[in-house]
């Protein structure tokens, strides 16, 4: 079906709270990435995995972590959340990174509020 | 590293009347880009409005059609005549490249068409 999926799609946490925001795809894509937007930033690259356990980071990695287990599936893990962590999070995924010209599909987004 | 430059939003418009909207590129990873429009709707997320792998090519969709221009390294968007259903966040990207294959994105510009 081409999907990526986000769960959950509005999160709201306090402040040293633990986050967990999951991403799954149903495309077989090797390549997938998690990305924050904010007004007046654009996105900004958080991590990119190229497959199962095989994660790097991206510009702004710094309080955050993440996990694939399976090629499907893609964690963004928030420990001790921050107010400055407040955003809309895309999780994206592309087939392989063998070709720069494949498409990144996204999901819908996540909206966290840390308070 | 690479970089996107775009016309900063919001850019306002009425129905029927023409769009361009700005992207130039600063490639250093690569010497030519896989060139891309994005858009993101209200409340969706992002997805791909159109794509030029070659240089001196035009893509085309919905519409809107971008020339990529290896001399003027841009990329621009138009369209002719817009749509109130038009309205949404435009962003330019080049494809992953580099060691690490990050996608490049532009900050975004917003079009907001008036009736």
């Known amino acids: 079906d081409m999907k990526v999926t986000q769960m959950p799609r509005y999160l709201i946490k306090r402040m040293g709270e633990n986050v967990l925001l999951e991403c799954g795809q149903d495309m077989s894509h090797e390549t997938m990435y998690w990305y924050r937007q904010d007004p007046g930033l654009g996105l900004q690259l958080i991590y990119i995995s190229y497959d199962v356990d095989s994660n790097s980071e991206g510009d702004i990695p710094k309080g955050y972590r993440v996990s694939r287990k399976k090629r499907e599936h893609f964690s963004l893990i928030l420990d001790s959340a921050k107010t400055n962590q407040t955003s809309v999070y895309f999780c994206?995924?592309?087939?392989?990174?063998?070709?720069?010209?494949?498409?990144?599909?996204f999901g819908e987004g996540s909206r966290l509020i840390v308070v | 590293g690479d970089s996107v430059t775009q016309t900063e939003g919001p850019v306002t418009v009425s129905e029927s009347e023409s769009l361009i909207i700005n992207c130039t590129y600063s490639?250093?990873?690569?010497?030519?880009?896989?060139l891309f429009w994005y858009v993101r709707y209200p409340g969706e997320g992002l997805q791909l409005l159109l794509k030029?792998?070659?240089?001196?090519q035009k893509g085309s969709s919905r519409g809107f059609e971008a020339t990529y221009n290896k001399e003027t390294t841009s990329f621009h968007l138009q369209k002719a005549s817009v749509q109130e259903s038009d309205s949404a966040v435009y962003y330019c990207a080049l494809g992953p490249s580099g060691g690490n294959y990050k996608p490049t994105f532009g900050k975004g510009t917003s079009l907001v068409v008036h009736p």
């Open positions: 994206a995924s592309s087939l392989s990174r063998a070709n720069s010209g494949n498409t990144l599909y």
């Open positions: 490639a250093t990873s690569i010497a030519y880009p896989n």
């Open positions: 030029v792998i070659t240089a001196g």
